[in-house]
């Protein structure tokens, strides 16, 4: 059965803390691994889409890596407006399977 | 654009009654999702449209749930009768053809009492 599994359930960090999350998945027919992030009371926000391994996108703060395997978001000296759950899904048969998340939390 | 607009944000309701839920998804997006999130099973994917027509409805956890999509800028989650474990926040999504991303819009919280 297909699966998207992140590690760890919850992060946090002081400001200026780097660390990584991890999206491990097993699916056939990967078209594509996307992040998102999730404010409390908010629908998720599109960050990153990641198609073949050894690919990587930055964003400010955050970079995405794809391994045949698994993704790692890597967030270099947050902030606290970084705190937030952060979702990655992968793209196969036309949908979206979503792991559980990763609460971050940033202290300043 | 305004993004996927959805309502209502909020809804209560009681066991047994219809609920209705709203969604417009973003001009000119092909694909129209509808998904649900709760702390035990996260985000699931309910049903998803592709031009107005409903291409997978594996989702959908029974009967008592139906959506329509009459036209491309309007689609309808409808469960009747409503349960308490129907409570969760329902999502809409939409995007254009091809691999891209989808944007979601603010999603509607269910209560059900």
């Known amino acids: 059965e297909d699966q998207v599994t992140q590690s760890p359930e919850a992060l946090r960090l002081q400001e200026g803390e780097s660390s990584s999350l991890n999206c491990s998945y097993t699916v056939s027919g990967l078209r594509g691994l996307f992040w998102y992030r999730q404010d409390p009371g908010k629908g998720p926000e599109f960050l990153f889409t990641l198609y073949s391994a050894g690919e990587e996108k930055e964003k400010e703060r955050l970079k995405a890596t794809l391994t045949k395997k698994e993704s790692f978001l890597h967030i270099t000296a947050p902030k606290p407006e970084d705190s937030a759950t952060y979702l990655c899904a992968v793209h196969h048969d036309y949908k979206l399977s979503f792991g559980a998340g990763t609460t971050v939390t940033v202290r300043a | 654009d305004a993004g996927v607009i959805q309502s209502p944000r909020h809804e209560v309701t009681e066991m047994g009654q219809e609920v209705t839920l709203r969604c417009k998804p973003i001009?000119?997006?092909?694909?129209l999702f509808w998904y649900r999130q709760t702390m035990m099973r996260g985000l699931e994917l309910l049903i998803y449209?592709?031009?107005?027509?409903?291409?997978?409805d594996s989702g959908m956890p029974e009967d008592r749930f139906s959506a329509k999509m009459p036209n491309a800028s309007f689609s309808t989650l409808k469960i009747q009768p409503s349960e308490p474990r129907d409570s969760a926040v329902y999502f809409c999504a939409s995007r254009i053809a091809g691999d891209g991303e989808q944007f979601f819009g603010p999603g509607t919280r269910l209560t059900v009492l």
């Open positions: 449209f592709n031009n107005n027509v409903p291409i997978d």
């Open positions: 001009s000119g997006h092909d694909y």
